[in-house]
């Protein structure tokens, strides 16, 4: 793809409190705020939140921002928001931008599982989960069927298709529909099933998964809206992990700022006026969708800062 200076196509605008890069989509807006400022609308995966802790107990530099709304609601870095509350650091870079953007597409995460005995995963849905199970025609029916209804999720197991339906007294909103999927999903790990999260959109558009081993299961979470995020954030609830996948038009990478900045108890106005001349200092390229950065595949535009 081709690679072009920011200065050139893109209008960057900066202050004593932030700085923006304007794209032709959406304002991206850094800067640094009070981690206690932040929201999460889904828990982590402890494993993972583990991992950032190491990092960034031994690193010198926070290589990339949080992204959030204008709200402070996290969309992307709960697990590096937990790990700075553990460590009790003081302040976060953020990327802010318009979450009701129709440019911000909400996605998500279904579970692919391996090695589950198909009685067992059965039995269980149905008499000890009191799911109503309902067999369907085919993958395209189930598509359907899931994009019509929002709170019962679906499944594959083998060549076969299913919607659940669950009591409106287990299941009165979004955020228990994904707990009692969470619950479904832990149980077959907890008897040797091996878990994959996966894109949604590759579940009906990929030719893998259109027939399935006996002993594969694919669990399809509920399709929720923007405003059922926004809602459960509001009404302080949070959803199970890897509930939401979101994909925004433009990201910014490797800011690079000093983690020492963030421990420090330096009023807002001053650390921000000092992130914005740390990122003026700095040059930017664009690359086009579609890049590999350490091992990471991005399908968004990216602003890359580099010294």
Known sequence: MPVNVVRSTHVWNCNRRMFSIDTEQMRLQLEVVPVRWLSKHEEIIHGKADQFMLEFRSCTNLKNPIIVDNDHMVLDGHHRLFAFKRLQFNYIPVCKL?????????????????????????????EEMRG?????????????????????????????????NFPETLVPDAVSAYRISEKL???????????????????????SYKGLKNDEVIICTPLISKEMVTEAVRMKKVFAPKTTRHLIPARPLNLNVPISWLKERTPLKDINKRFVEFLRKKKIKRFGPGQIINGRYYEEELFLFFD
């Open 98 to 126: 318009d979450y009701h953007n129709e440019c911000v597409q909400l996605r998500y995460w279904f579970r692919h599982l391996q090695n589950v005995n198909r009685g067992d995963f059965l039995n269980h849905l149905n």
């Open 185 to 207: 999903q832990n149980h077959l790990v907890e008897r040797g099933a091996r878990l994959r999260y996966v894109p949604c959109q590759s579940v009906f558009e990929s030719e």
């Open 132 to 164: 109503k199970i309902h067999e369907l025609e085919s993958r395209e029916e189930l598509k359907q069927e899931i994009e019509k209804h929002r709170f019962p999720f679906g499944i594959q197991y083998g060549d076969r298709f299913a919607l659940v």
